[in-house]
């Protein structure tokens, strides 16, 4: 049973940084293609990020490329999301979310989700 859990989300000035983290089930990170998505209030929920399990193969939305980097760490089963220059548009609900392959953007592809950290950007 795959199980995600975010956290790391808070509020944070434009311009600053956070770290999200995704804490998986063990061997989740390895073995599934594993994204971030996020949902901002009465907007759809968007791909922002997708890894290529057992890999360092990494995609990005055009709107975070630049800013957001992935970065793992295998023995904690722990994926993170370093979000830097943060601006009032990343202001979401954040999604980690593991998948089978091939790895695609579109959230249909992904069946494991966890429940969300909350990201506050003010200006």
């Known amino acids: 049973q795959v199980q995600l859990v975010e956290s790391g989300g808070g509020s944070v000035q434009a311009g600053g940084s956070l770290r999200l983290s995704c804490a998986a089930s063990?061997?989740?990170?390895?073995?599934?293609?594993m994204a971030w998505f996020r949902q901002a209030p009465g907007q759809e929920r968007e791909w922002v990020a997708l890894?290529?399990?057992?890999?360092?193969?990494?995609a990005y939305a055009d709107s975070v490329k630049g800013r957001f980097t992935f970065a793992q760490d295998n023995a904690k089963d722990t994926l993170y999301l370093q979000m830097n220059s943060l601006q009032r548009e990343d202001t979401a609900m954040y999604y980690c979310?593991?998948?089978?392959?091939?790895?695609?953007?579109?959230?249909?592809?992904?069946?494991?989700w966890g429940q969300g950290t909350q990201v506050t950007v003010s200006s």
């Open positions: 979310a593991a998948g089978d392959t091939p790895c695609y953007s579109r959230e249909t592809f992904y069946n494991h």
């Open positions: 063990s061997g989740t990170i390895n073995y599934h293609c």
């Open positions: 890894r290529w399990p057992g890999t360092s193969n990494t």
